[in-house]
């Protein structure tokens, strides 16, 4: 009694080669959730898995766009609804003088509200930067920095100012503030730009 489900499916194992891939996920209510671009991806039909190369996606708050991501290399997998971004990772706001968090790998579940980055994560506007090794941005647009974080003020010719260390530090993009966080609850600072 010998196997062969492998060899069946390496016969049937089709991956299919796209040039230029421009698609909308959207809802089940029929909302759009997101868009990619990509000029060079592929699609793999046993494991239900896109491989995309220098995508771009825009993630959607209806019609608007909320953010905007780009990275070397993505995969979109779980029936549409995992999406992994590798290689100098660049989320930005849309904005004229938007928010950039940067990242060496970025993990959405799209079934869940909140982005995962990891790896390098560098957060910067006009007015601050912000270093950590891991960072989650929630539905709230509220960016929470793990330890350790490394929080720099820039004067007006773009120069650090100041530099701060901290354990937690959390951001928030509709306000523009930040705070900061310690496990034992005694040390909390919040500026406003």
Known sequence: MLGCAPNVIDKNKVIQKIDSLDMTIFSKSGDKVYSITSLNSSYNNIELKFE??????????????????SSEESSLSD?????QLKGNVKLKTPKKDGDILYADNFVWNIENANYLLEGNIKFENQNIILNSWKAILDSDNIIEFFNPVKYIIKDENNENKYEIYSENAYYNLNTESV???????RVKSIIYF
């Open 52 to 69: 995309l190369k220098k995508p771009i996606i825009n993630i959607l708050n209806g019609e608007e766009t909320k953010y905007i991501i």
């Open 79 to 83: 029936n549409n609804k995992l999406l």
């Open 179 to 185: 705070s900061f966080k310690a496990k034992d609850k």
